[in-house]
């Protein structure tokens, strides 16, 4: 029988989990296995009571090599999902080529004492993957993910070339808190506060955190201030999709939501320099983490939509004109929480981590070596989408977002 690995049982893991017992025919034995195997537990008993299906647990500290690797070596998965966090990419990865077994993530690679990433460090991977055999597939969530997968689509099926593309990603639930992230607060906290990057005639250009704004009107839910962000997926779509004159992606924030930032920022709250509190070593951003709302948490309290989406102008192939499409996807808060006991954000970060590992699986997507999504064929990820819960939606729109 075909066995599966998820390493994470936090709220994107638990999406993943459910998703992969959904389809037991693909997946075979599924091992969800983390930190703190309570977690896995609770996780696998809902799973149980859902759908029928026995989720193997274990504890697994997946920072340690030689445990991950006799672990993988014991059980003999074919893939293994790191949805733990980006901290663990590398020492997963290694484990992985080790052990002989396929490896797929949500976000690239991130030292702990530095909040700058890239994807370098994996890219550095690619000979070994090769050799190896064996295939590693970058950032299969949402945004990166679906996002990298779209582009692809419309290269493969609209355009000849892609001029410039806007992702765009809103999230107007409200879980009537004063303040929560929407997942990991010191992974969030970490993006947000970063400087913008974007990426014009083949040069990055870098603005102030927040600094630029605009007002854009997303599908069922209406108008929202955006505001430019660097994003993971912003290094590989520049590098890859040819002829490319312009990217940037682009985040939906609530007023409050940046007031309150601004604060926790401004008397150091988000820092990650170590600081010490009565002889011990504490930081900051760690320890605001603990205190602030579990993700996982919102599951229950979070009402409405998001909408993630790319916009893409480019020269159509049936008569070389220049047209932009916005392609997108809506998803409803409490409609997942029904399904899988998460919010929105989890449920669109989980749903393409357990189709991309479904390409592996049917072998659609193995090819030795190290990939972005938009280096693989789209068609079987876009087909699953559909059929998975992300259904995808195409607007003819007439200008792309100003410059
Ligand atoms: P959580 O913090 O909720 O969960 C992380 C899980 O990883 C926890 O169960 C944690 O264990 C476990 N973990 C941490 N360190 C280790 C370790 N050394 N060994 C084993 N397990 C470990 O995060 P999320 O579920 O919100 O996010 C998971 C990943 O998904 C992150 O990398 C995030 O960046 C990514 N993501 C990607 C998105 C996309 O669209 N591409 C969108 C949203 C998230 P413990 O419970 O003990 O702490």
Not at 77 to 86: C, R
Not at 360 to 374: H, I, K, Q, T, Y
């Amino acid at each position: 029988m075909q066995k599966t690995v998820i390493v994470g049982a936090g709220g994107v893991g638990n999406v993943v989990a459910h998703k992969c017992a959904q389809d037991a025919a693909t997946f075979g034995e599924v091992w969800l296995v983390s930190r703190t195997l309570e977690k896995c537990d609770a996780i696998a008993a809902d799973i149980l009571a859902s759908t029928g299906v026995t989720v193997k647990t274990a504890c697994l500290d997946a920072d340690n090599v030689a445990e991950t690797v006799a672990f993988l070596k014991e059980v003999q998965p074919k893939v293994l999902l790191n949805i733990a966090l980006p901290y663990q990419d590398l020492t997963l990865m290694d484990a992985c080529l080790e052990a002989g077994v396929h490896y797929l993530d949500t976000a690239n690679y991130e030292p702990l004492d530095d909040p700058h990433f890239e994807y370098k460090w994996q890219w550095d991977y690619q000979e070994r993957f090769e050799k190896a055999g064996l295939t590693a597939i970058l950032g299969s969530g949402f945004d990166p993910g679906v996002t990298n997968v779209f582009c692809a689509y419309a290269l493969k099926h609209w355009f000849d070339e892609i001029e410039t593309v806007d992702i765009l990603d809103a999230n107007a639930g409200d879980h009537g808190l004063p303040f929560a992230t929407n997942f990991n607060p010191e992974i969030n906290i970490r993006e947000i506060t970063a400087d913008g990057r974007y990426w014009e005639n083949g040069e990055w250009k870098t603005v102030p955190a927040l600094s630029i704004s605009r007002e854009f009107d997303f599908p069922e839910i209406g108008p929202k201030d955006i505001y430019l962000l660097y994003h993971e997926e912003l290094e590989s779509l520049a590098k890859n999709l040819p002829g490319l004159k312009r990217i940037r992606f682009w985040m939906t924030f609530s007023q409050n939501y940046i007031t309150h930032l601004k604060v926790l920022e401004n008397i150091g709250m988000t820092s990650i320099e170590p600081i010490n509190y009565e002889g011990k070593e504490v930081i900051p951003l760690q320890f605001l983490k603990e205190i602030l709302p579990d993700p996982a948490s919102l599951g229950p309290l979070t009402k409405g939509k998001t909408c993630i989406g790319c916009m893409i102008t480019g020269r159509l192939k049936e008569n070389g004109e220049t047209a932009t499409r916005f392609i997108y996807n809506i998803c409803d808060h409490q409609t997942c929480f029904e399904e899988v006991k998460s919010q929105a954000i989890s449920y669109t970060a989980g749903v393409p981590a357990m189709i991309g590992a479904r390409q592996l699986m049917s072998g659609a997507w193995l090819r030795p070596g190290v990939w972005n999504l938009e280096q693989l064929d789209p068609d079987p990820f876009m087909d699953d989408l559909n059929a998975w819960g992300l259904p995808w939606h195409v607007l003819e729109v007439d200008h792309s977002l100003r410059p």
